[in-house]
């Protein structure tokens, strides 16, 4: 059996090293348009200097000769033929089994004067990482478009290098649609603290370029004229699948998949971003593994239990949020707060739907399990920030609470 797998990332990856596990002799071959294998979620770290390039993989630099996969670095895949089986990027490749694991690309804003501008780069692959470094060299006006997860990660890098960025930001606070506003403030005022300035409730209403095509300035609500030679965008991204067009694998905005990632056609599944199922980290390599199974027809449903999770640490405050960040109608907000933490739980007739723990993570792993398995925690004759594992297990099929833990 040959398997296909287009992709270096964290989806990829991870389901070429799960299908070696599963199947030693089977063929593995992986496709990418990058050289080097590397974490995304450390692009700021190469940003800031803290890192090389060769400090951004999450492989052994013996992975592909240790695990006896051929790797094809460097190529960008044009298409695909279902019916022959073959993977396009100026040579073919055939495969038996194929995964598209190609993530995504920063979306493009449709921003007068944006197109064609020099100095403008989104921030989601190391070759984005690499000229935003730099470009950031010889800028002092940089200005950053989007105040959510990677438009912070920009910030801190380009901060960690002594710049101050001016971050544009259309809701009222950073990290919108991660955490809630008391949470995100904590980070806020970090970041101010460190330099960087925002501009809340504002758009970028167009660019201005000089005579070289190189970005000069943005307009803020068609008004405010910000100084600008660096131009990040950080509003969003979308799947990388555009050599899917004109074949038999069916697309909407992303690959369809089933609950074993299978595609609509035979053979074929998806992960990671391509899939359009949750795309953080975690998730994506959960996804491969997935696949993984099912290419090696081992039948394994992916369960999506958390599609709302985020891990961030800035500045050495680190937070995680799962499921809901808000309240909806009859919802309970439950607060604790201190100097330096910040704790909230969401539950909905007494079941938690959603929580956000700032400063001290150490308990996630409870209320995790408590929100998978949809424990009603008002049930059990405790505090709810006092209840534990062994809690969950007083809970009868029924609903009703049977003994108290110690």
């Not at 002799?25 to 348009?33: A, F, K, T, Y």
């Not at 390039?53 to 895949?77: C, G, K, M, Y």
């Not at 007068?112 to 730099?134: C, E, P, Q, T």
């Not at 004109?246 to 056609?265: K, P």
Request: proline residues 3%; glycine residues 8%; charged residues 25%.
């Amino acid at each position: 059996m040959k398997h296909v797998i287009i992709g270096a990332g964290a989806a990829g990856i991870t389901a070429a090293k799960t299908i070696r596990e599963l199947k030693p002799q089977d063929e593995i071959v992986v496709i990418s348009l990058d050289d080097v294998v590397y974490s995304r979620c450390m692009l700021h770290k190469f940003i800031s200097g803290e890192r090389k390039v060769s400090e951004l993989s999450f492989i052994p630099s013996d992975f592909f000769q240790a695990n006896n996969i051929r790797w094809i670095p460097s190529v960008d895949v044009s298409g695909i033929d279902t019916e022959k089986k073959q993977v396009f990027f100026g040579n073919a490749e055939s495969y038996d089994r194929l995964l598209i694991a190609t993530g995504s690309k920063s979306i493009s804003l449709p921003i007068k004067g944006l197109r064609g501008a020099k100095n403008v780069y989104g921030l989601r692959h190391l070759s984005d990482a690499s000229a935003i470094k730099k470009s950031a060299a010889e800028s002092d006006n940089i200005v950053i478009i989007g105040a959510g997860l990677v438009g912070l990660d920009a910030a801190y890098g380009l901060i960690e290098n002594g710049k101050r960025p001016v971050v544009v930001e259309m809701d009222d606070f950073v990290l919108a649609a991660n955490l809630d506003k008391r949470a995100a403030h904590t980070y806020q005022k970090k970041f101010e603290e460190a330099g960087c300035r925002f501009r809340f409730g504002s758009r970028v209403s167009s660019i201005l370029c000089d005579e070289s095509g190189a970005v000069s300035a943005v307009m803020i609500n068609d008004k405010i004229k910000l100084p600008c030679d660096l131009l990040i965008t950080a509003v969003g991204v979308r799947p990388n699948i555009e050599f899917l067009k004109d074949s038999a694998v069916a697309i909407y905005q992303d690959v369809i998949v089933n609950e074993y990632l299978s595609t609509n056609v035979e053979g074929i599944y998806a992960a990671g971003d391509a899939s359009g199922l949750s795309g953080n980290w975690p998730n994506a390599m959960a996804q491969g593994e997935t696949a993984a199974y099912n290419m090696c027809d081992i039948p394994t449903v992916y369960e999506d239990t958390f599609d709302k999770k985020n891990t961030i640490n800035f500045f050495g405050t680190v937070t995680l949020s799962v499921g809901q960040r808000m309240p909806y109608r009859d919802d309970v907000e439950h607060i604790t707060e201190s100097h330096n933490r910040y704790n909230k739980i969401i539950t909905r007739d007494g079941v938690p739907v959603g929580i956000i723990l700032q400063g001290d993570v150490s308990r996630s792993g409870v209320w995790q399990y408590l929100i998978k398995n949809k424990i009603n925690v008002a049930k059990i004759p405790k505090p709810v920030w006092k209840v534990s594992f062994a809690d969950s297990y007083g809970i009868s099929e029924d609903g009703e609470y049977k003994w108290t833990a110690d």
